[in-house]
């Protein structure tokens, strides 16, 4: 039985100017996957994402988002996403129930449901004791999980997460992959950039992009196998290798 597909992307192009930011993509995410979407910093990933979210449009190509059109239906995709950018996507100087009574705002959420479940999220996260500081007052690896929590607080279809881990310590990254892990299990899909390879092992399935193209997508285990090595970081080497051959 073939599974739910809630992103389709069929020879993806942008361009700017004579510069091909994403050169012909096409791969597709399923419903309640972790999908990495992989590759060194300037490979296209964040450009990709963009289109994703309905913040940027396609040179050509057909892209479809939780059932919506990336051309003509970016409003509808936006009401229907998460998004948490690698740069740090709070306000610094509003405290954490502040910076969620705003963005749940947004999304239409009554102050009651606001407010239950933002209780209920400062409580998982043991995070009373920042609740009413000031974010620009809280550890970093602190903020980057409160980030991610918010993006997915009003409970979207999709979550896009660009390089969500960047300038985090290794203990605070693996908390955070928990949160994402949590995410999934709640029913929405996640979709990650990072250029952090080992991250790939953590995703149902990984897509590697090299120079704005795909150069290869499966689950971890079988591109390790395929390429015979012994992780994600020699599958990339030999990937942005012999892609730099052609």
């Known amino acids: 039985m073939s599974q739910e597909r809630i992103i389709e992307v069929e020879n993806l192009v942008k361009k700017f100017g004579n510069f091909v930011a994403n050169d012909h993509l096409t791969f597709h995410v399923n419903k309640g996957e972790i ?4 590759g060194a910093n300037g490979a296209g990933k964040t450009t990709a994402i963009r289109i994703l979210c309905g913040l940027s449009a ?8 939780a059932g919506f059109d990336a051309y003509k239906q970016t409003e509808k995709i936006k009401r229907n996403i998460g998004y948490m950018s690698q740069k740090f996507s709070l306000y610094e100087d509003l405290t954490p129930f502040e910076n969620i009574q705003f963005y749940g705002g947004i999304y239409g959420m009554s102050a009651k449901v606001i407010k239950e479940r933002s209780e209920k999220l400062f409580k998982r996260l043991e995070f009373e004791e920042f609740k ?14 409160l ?34 892990y949590q995410a999934a299990n709640d029913g929405i899909t996640v979709f990650v950039t990072t250029h952090y390879m080992d991250e790939a092992e953590y995703c149902n399935r990984a897509s590697i992009m090299v ?31 012999n892609m730099n051959k052609q």
Not at 58 to 65: A, D, E, I, L
Not at 227 to 233: C, H, L, Q
């Open 35 to 38: 999908f990495g979407f992989l």
């Open 147 to 180: 980030a991610f929590s918010v993006a997915v607080f009003h409970q979207p279809k999709i979550v896009f997460l660009d390089e969500p881990t960047g300038g985090v310590d290794p203990i605070t990254r693996r908390q955070f992959w928990d949160l994402i």
């Open 132 to 145: 009413n500081k000031l974010i620009k007052e809280i550890p970093l690896g602190w903020r980057q999980k």
């Open 58 to 65: 396609p040179t050509s190509g057909k892209v479809s988002v």
């Open 211 to 241: 120079d704005g193209r795909i150069a290869d997508l499966d689950t971890p285990l079988n591109l390790i196998k395929k390429y015979n090595t012994t992780s994600m970081d020699e599958v990339f080497y030999l990937l942005a290798r």
